[in-house]
Each structure stands twice: as structure tokens, then as C-alpha cells.
């Protein structure tokens, strides 16, 4: 059994900053990489971050990059966003996701085998 649980969403003004958490358990640990999608309303779910198992490959997607920061606590199976200069674009719900193996491509939903519930990000102008 795999369970995802994210934490530290929030309401916050524009160009303040959030970290959202998840914490792995069960097959996560030892995954080939986690991720950071969000999916704001009316939208199709889009990358933000992701990282691989061993910290030291990371990815942004270019609406991010700059502002957002993923990292990995492997003694605790929790993958951080550190979300900083927020915009109201940012405003989403953020789910986090596990890949257990290396198919696919790290910006891709379809290459994620399991997902969180999701933390609502709302920024405000």
C-alpha cells in the first residue's frame, strides 16, 4: 500500500512564500524520482518539480523556475516545495506524486504511479 499526504498549502499574498510537504509511505521509499504537479480550475494538470532519488537530478518547469525549490529528506520519505515570489498564477491545487520506476518522462501525469489527495495554494493580488 502507497499513501502520499500532503501538507502546507495555505492562502498567502503575492510574493510571499509556502512550503508544501509530502510525506511517502509504503513502496515509495526507494522510488526513481517525486514529484510536484498542480492543477489550477478550468486547467489541465501541469509539471512544476520534480527530483530524483538520490537529490541530485532536479526539474523545473520554466513557469517555476527561479521561484520554486524541490528537495528530498530520504531518512523521512518527504519531498519539499519551497515556493517563494508567489503569484496569483500560482493559485492551485498541488498534488504530489511518485514514480517507482525510470519509464516515462519526469513532466508527464501518465508516468506517476501514485498521487496525493492535494493542498489548495491560493494567492492573493
Known amino acids: 500500500q502507497v499513501q502520499l499526504v500532503e501538507s502546507g498549502g495555505g492562502l498567502v499574498q503575492a510574493g510571499g512564500s509556502l512550503r508544501l510537504s509530502c510525506t511517502g509511505s509504503?513502496?515509495?521509499?526507494?522510488?526513481?524520482?517525486m514529484g510536484w504537479f498542480r492543477q489550477a480550475p478550468g486547467k489541465e494538470r501541469e509539471f512544476a518539480a520534480a527530483i530524483s532519488w538520490s537529490g541530485l537530478r532536479l526539474y523545473y518547469a520554466d513557469s517555476v523556475k527561479g521561484r520554486f525549490t524541490i528537495s528530498r529528506d530520504k531518512a523521512t520519505n518527504t519531498v519539499y516545495l519551497q515556493m517563494n515570489s508567489l503569484k496569483p498564477e500560482d493559485t492551485a491545487v498541488y498534488y504530489c506524486a511518485a514514480a517507482l520506476t525510470a519509464g516515462g518522462t519526469y513532466n508527464s501525469p501518465g508516468s506517476y504511479d501514485y498521487w496525493g489527495q492535494g493542498t489548495q495554494v491560493t494567492v492573493s493580488s
Open positions: 509504503g513502496r515509495t521509499y526507494g522510488s526513481d524520482r
